[in-house]
């Protein structure tokens, strides 16, 4: 890489315009894309900026040493197990050495069970025309225990100099704000963007009860969730700037389809 590169986005582009990842069982087939090992990427001393897109990022290289890094963003078709009480991926990114970073951004597309997986709009199809035939509206999502999941990771990130968290497309929504009542934001931080998450009208009481947890931001991002328009404006005055928009909530998602 030209030492004028200061960003690089590795993008799978198929995983980039799908919505759900499919498989049997809980670990997917492999990605199309493999990235290889991305140590010199994350050690280059001129890399200010990593995106990167993919179906599963468990297969990702992530133990990160990026000294010089300042913005991280994971966007992918599955994060957590329902069944698990903190993976693999949560303890790679607890345990990154990035003591600049201040954008840290990810997907939490959670685990849905259905009888067969649906393979329309999923980034790689495991069954054939015959079983899709046999889908039923039956898809269950399990649930994820976020403060478990992920309270780790938000005590690491305290001792950096964070301005911006995004956690993304959580269905869980309950879980995400009872993580964000258990562990306290970075004091650095002002922007937590919870964009494509299935919160709802009733959440606003949640903001509004906890506004000690918004105390210091500047920016509380909410794009595309179930919030409505009206219920919103009961944001204003908490603080933050409330940038909002109403939207289905949760898009993405990691469906295991049982044989």
């Not at 993008?11 to 499919?22: C, F, G, P, Q, Y």
Request: aromatic letters at 6%; proline letters at 5%.
């Amino acid at each position: 890489m030209p030492d004028s590169c200061t960003d690089i986005r590795l993008i799978d582009e198929r995983a980039a315009t799908r919505t759900a990842l499919t498989a049997t069982y809980f670990d997917p087939n492999e990605n199309l894309v493999q990235f290889g090992s991305l140590t010199r990427v994350y050690s280059h001393p001129n890399i200010r900026g990593i995106s990167i897109v993919t179906a599963d990022p468990f297969q990702v290289d992530t133990d990160i040493d990026a000294p010089e890094l300042r913005k991280f963003s994971l966007l992918g078709l599955r994060y957590a197990d329902p069944y698990d009480t903190g993976t693999d991926l949560t303890e790679r990114l607890t345990n990154a050495k990035w003591p600049k970073l201040e954008e840290l951004e990810l997907r939490l597309a959670e685990t849905y069970m259905a009888s067969v997986a649906y393979d329309s709009d999923a980034y790689a199809e495991v069954y054939t025309e015959e079983r899709m035939d046999e889908y039923g509206d039956d898809e269950m999502d399990e649930g994820t225990d976020w403060n478990v999941e992920l309270s780790p990771l938000l005590e690491a990130i305290h001792k950096l100099p964070l301005k911006r968290l995004a956690l993304l497309g959580a269905a869980s929504s309950d879980a995400l704000l009872e993580l964000l009542a258990e562990t306290a934001l970075p004091p650095t931080l002002e922007e937590l963007d919870l964009s494509d998450t299935s919160l709802a009208p009733h959440d606003v009481d949640w903001f509004i009860k906890h506004k000690s947890v918004l105390e210091g931001l500047k920016r509380l991002v909410l794009l595309r969730v179930g919030i409505r328009d009206a219920d919103a404006v009961k944001l204003e005055g908490l603080g933050p700037e409330i940038v909002h928009s109403h939207g289905n909530g949760r898009s993405h998602r990691f469906v295991v389809g049982s044989e």
